[in-house]
């Protein structure tokens, strides 16, 4: 072929464009008719989804499924990265390690998640790839998802079981601080849905709601805000245990207001302290516990 219009240079693969020079009328030609396309490496390939030339490349045994090039880089963290799912798939069929690190600690599940690639995420975490896997900054998949406000992504890693309350050692922040921080409400929402701890502080004593505040993301404050206020257990319940002996307010006497006027002359007695005889009793009625100084028995 010694001509080619637009539309067959884009519908070709990247390996055909070297050596093409446009025309005064727009059409392109090769510049020899002896030119000879340089095929494309796996990295390359695997970068633009070009599944075929990588399945070729791996059956001539030209190149192994999990090589690193000069970067540290595999061809399956080039199409994670990338979010090409068949890419992912073939390269994991050839038995592509799923949980190879670059230098940086990053596996391909994180560097999917970097880019919001929830359905490349998917493939790797069939083929025994770790969600909770966290690089050297100790940020998990699920951490960069939220930092980069990735809402599918963040919402399908907490699905698949993702650790919430990973925190990363140098500032102490974790997805929901981050996410915070960053004004990404419907994360911060999906966190909250969850079950996250919003009273988890940072290194410099901050949280979740005082970060939102910090950076001026007042809507995502008023969130947690109103959140901890639902969660917050309410002590007037029945049975709700507020001691640290484990008893209720129906066992523990001193917790009881007293008995009512309803329960007939003899509690009106002791509500009174007055006895039976009509005589003030208060160390027979006030139980000992609010006693400032217990009865004598002399």
Not at 53 to 73: E, F
Not at 147 to 165: D, P, V, Y
Not at 249 to 271: E, L, N, T, V
Request: proline share 6%; hydrophobic share 35%; charged share 20%.
């Amino acid at each position: 072929m010694s001509e080619l219009d637009e539309s067959g240079i884009f519908d070709a693969s990247l390996s055909m464009w070297k050596g093409l020079t446009q025309n005064k009328d727009g059409t392109f030609s090769y510049e020899s008719e002896e030119f000879d396309p340089i095929p494309l490496d796996i990295f390359t390939a695997a970068s633009l989804g070009e599944t075929e030339i990588v399945q070729d490349l791996l059956a001539s045994k030209t190149a192994r499924p999990s090589v690193v090039n000069s970067m540290g880089w595999s061809p399956l963290m080039y199409a994670s990265y990338m979010g090409h799912e068949s890419t992912v798939q073939c390269l994991l069929d050839a038995t592509a390690d799923p949980n190879q690190r670059t230098p940086q600690g990053y596996s391909s599940i994180i560097l999917a998640s970097m880019c919001g690639n929830d359905h490349c995420i998917h493939v790797l975490i069939q083929q025994g790839g770790d969600i909770n896997a966290v690089d050297k900054r100790g940020w998990s998949a699920l951490f960069h998802s939220a930092s980069a406000g990735h809402q599918q992504t963040t919402e399908f890693l907490i699905k698949c079981g993702a650790n919430c309350e990973v925190m990363e050692p140098s500032q102490g922040l974790t997805p929901l601080m981050e996410a915070a921080a960053s004004g990404h409400e419907i994360i911060v929402q999906q966190l909250l849905q969850k079950g996250v701890d919003v009273a988890r502080v940072n290194h410099q004593g901050e949280n979740a709601w005082t970060l939102a505040l910090a950076f001026d993301h007042r809507k995502i404050a008023s969130m947690i805000e109103q959140h901890k206020k639902y969660r917050r257990p309410k002590t007037n319940l029945p049975g709700y245990s507020n001691h640290k002996n484990g008893k209720t307010p129906k066992d523990d006497k001193c917790g009881q207001s007293g008995p009512s006027i309803h329960a007939g002359p003899k509690a009106f007695a002791q509500m009174t302290g007055l006895g039976s005889d009509g005589k003030p009793h208060p160390h027979a009625t006030v139980p000992h516990c609010k006693q400032d100084h217990p009865p004598s028995h002399a």
